[in-house]
């Protein structure tokens, strides 16, 4: 008797919606189908300008949550013309939603993740599982990330020590080691920053396999002032997004520079790495990368330099394939649900209980 799930995810990059279909049913999930779709020029500017932090208008809000909705329940509907199954067969969709805004910090701690969720059950004519962070801020935790707790379910070994890096616009890392307690938080950007940069020299969306970066220079003036942010010199739980390294933190840490813009590339490529390298603790000798990020030869380059005992694969290695490792998560928390099984790890985000997350939308 097959469990299917689809697992809906539009991170931080603003590149598109990642979905899967999965089949929980047995002990490892099955990834049945897979599906990206980029999204419409206007939804990705008008969501990109609702994640800069600032007066935000309501009136954009509510017309972005419905045709954001829409474009996930026609994306939905694609997955499963791909996978030829009727919405009855599925069981839920774990939706993120798209994030506007997380502030873990702080008394009044919040995040919002965007989406009219009744409108994404209704046109899809499926349950839709989502505000997976809320009640693990509400116990005073960060509210992310949330995918260790799948990274321990799929990847952990019960002999070695692995790092699950999951290089998204922000990167984070799950440390998996025997007999320890999981840890993960966001590393810092992933992809962010060199997008950003990428974008405003008019080359495109993204550095493919980090072809400009390789063509540059490592800038070491540049790399000590970005190195400077403070969120480098906090220890964990921890969690940050495009409210932090956006485009104002980038501009103001080149005020100064002037610099060829393949060097900063370059330089941003190889920040993105240290972040991630020095995140980890001594004797993880095995890093299995995920996300865009997993897809970046010269950052790849720059770990392999800077962790020389390190083996790094990519998550594929471990049977799922990098791109999808993210929506898995989803319909995975959407599947823990269901089962009424905690979705968060207290020693990942801080919160005082582990605890099911999620709140269920009917049609
Ligand atoms: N072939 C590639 N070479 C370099 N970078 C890539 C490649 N493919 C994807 N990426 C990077 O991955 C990003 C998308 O990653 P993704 O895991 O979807 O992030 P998010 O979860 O934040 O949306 C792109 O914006 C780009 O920076
Ligand atoms: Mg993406």
């Known amino acids: 008797m097959s469990q299917l799930y689809v697992g809906i995810m539009s991170g931080t990059s603003l590149d598109g919606i990642d979905l899967v279909l999965v089949d929980f ?10 599906l990206h779709c980029t999204f419409a020029d206007s939804l990705r500017q008008q969501l990109f300008t609702l994640s800069q932090p ?46 506007i805004r997380h502030r873990p910090d702080g008394r009044f ?13 209704v046109e899809s004519q499926i349950r839709v599982i989502s505000q997976f962070r809320q009640k693990d801020m509400a116990l005073g935790g960060q509210g992310a990330p949330l995918v260790p707790a799948f990274h321990q379910a799929v990847f952990a070994s019960p002999t070695e020590q692995r790092a699950v890096i999951n290089i998204g616009g922000i990167a984070n890392a799950t440390l998996l080691r025997p007999g320890q307690p999981v840890t993960g938080f966001d590393t810092g950007p992933g992809n962010c920053l060199m997008d ?23 800038q070491q003036g540049l790399l000590q002032t970005l ?3 403070p969120y480098f010199s906090r220890t964990g739980p921890k ?20 610099l060829p813009a393949a060097d900063v590339q370059r330089t941003l490529t190889r920040f993105s790495a240290e972040t991630i390298a020095a995140s980890l603790p001594q004797g993880i000798a095995q890093l299995y990368l995920c996300g865009g990020g997993a897809y970046n030869s010269q950052l790849k ?24 490792v993210e929506a898995m998560a989803f319909a995975w928390l959407a599947f823990a649900y269901d089962q009424k099984l905690p979705g968060n ?15 269920e939308f009917s049609y």
């Open 54 to 99: 600032g007066q935000n208008e309501i009136e954009t809000l509510g017309l972005v949550e419905a045709e954001l909705a829409t474009a996930y329940a026609k994306a939905t509907a694609r997955l499963l013309v791909k996978a030829q199954i009727t919405p009855a067969a599925v069981k839920a969709i774990g939706c993120h939603g798209q994030t």
């Open 239 to 258: 969690s940050t997004g495009r409210e932090h390294f956006n485009q104002s933190w980038l501009t103001a840490a080149l005020q100064g520079f002037t």
């Open 227 to 229: 190195w400077q942010d």
């Open 109 to 121: 701690s919040f995040t919002y993740q965007i989406g009219d969720m009744f409108r994404l059950a």
């Open 301 to 324: 380059r720059d770990l392999k330099q800077l962790l020389p005992q390190a083996t790094i694969h990519s998550t594929k290695a471990l049977g799922i394939d990098p791109n999808w």
């Open 345 to 359: 790890l207290p020693e990942v985000t801080g919160a005082s209980a582990a605890t099911v997350l999620g709140v």
């Open 196 to 218: 950003l940069w990428y974008q405003q020299q008019g080359l495109g969306s993204y550095d493919q396999d980090g072809a400009f970066a390789a063509s540059g220079q490592l």
């Open 25 to 34: 049913s047995s002990p490892a999930p099955q990834l049945i189908e897979s």
